[in-house]
């Protein structure tokens, strides 16, 4: 089965730039989504087939995708963007997550 | 306003079954696919399985980690779908979100419930 993998966690300093990473097997010929989910809520649509933003999500999102490596990038980290994000992919009619990155903004 | 809203969710005992329901309102039911994704307490997500939209069919897929344990349904006239699981274990307590997924984009989940949560304990 396919895997993802993403860093449990790392810190960003408020107003810098954070670039979360999700690894697999030939990603880059996958459509990757990006999940935010802050703690006790529901996750939230960031990032849609690799770089595209649905809408009210801030411009500071984006997103890309080649080779083996997915990235999501938040460009001026907010308190807000404090949370868990997660990268995933569909393959062969079966969802598949990343385990997940805790993002904390310092 | 899109919505969904999970319920069903309890305390059961391992071996029970359990029928979780997820009411959706704002668009037609039949014309999305609706995930299920499941997240154990302290723990990542989980896809779980899904029910096709009509125009792909309208068939269920599943998790190799549930399959044979879970059916998934939908009624369109109540503009409801459905996760029942059987033969429950401690392991598949967790919080279950269902979801919309984009038309025509297996794997992009555009709208999410706020959860329903399964406790599988004696």
């Known amino acids: 089965s396919y895997e993802l993998t993403q860093p449990l966690s790392m810190s960003v300093a408020l107003g810098q730039t954070a670039r979360i990473t999700c690894g697999g097997n030939?990603?880059?010929?996958?459509?990757v989504h990006w999940y935010q989910q802050r703690p006790g809520q529901a996750p939230v649509l960031v990032i849609y087939s690799d770089r595209n933003r649905p809408s009210g999500i801030p411009e500071r999102f984006s997103g890309s995708n080649s080779g083996i490596t997915a990235t999501l990038t938040i460009s001026g980290a907010q308190a807000g963007d404090e949370a868990d994000y997660y990268c995933?992919?569909?393959?062969?009619?079966?969802?598949?997550f990343g385990g997940g990155t805790r993002l904390t903004v310092l | 306003e899109v919505q969904l809203v999970e319920s069903g969710g309890d305390l059961v005992q391992p071996g029970r079954s359990l029928r979780l329901s997820c009411a959706i309102s704002g668009f037609t039911i039949g014309d999305h696919a609706i995930n299920w994704v499941r997240q154990a307490p302290g723990k990542g997500l989980e896809w779980v399985g899904f029910?096709?939209?009509?125009?792909?069919?309208?068939?269920?897929g599943y998790a190799a980690s549930v399959k044979g344990r879970c059916t998934i349904s939908r009624d369109d006239s109540k503009s409801v779908a459905y996760l029942q699981m059987y033969s429950l274990k401690t392991e598949d307590t967790a919080i279950y979100y269902c979801?919309?997924?984009?038309?025509?984009?297996?794997?992009?989940?555009?709208?999410w419930g706020q959860g329903t949560t399964v406790t599988v304990s004696s």
């Open positions: 995933q992919v569909w393959d062969s009619s079966t969802g598949v």
């Open positions: 029910i096709r939209a009509n125009a792909y069919g309208g068939t269920p």
């Open positions: 979801t919309r997924e984009v038309v025509g984009v297996p794997g992009e989940f555009d709208v």
């Open positions: 030939n990603i880059g010929s996958q459509s």
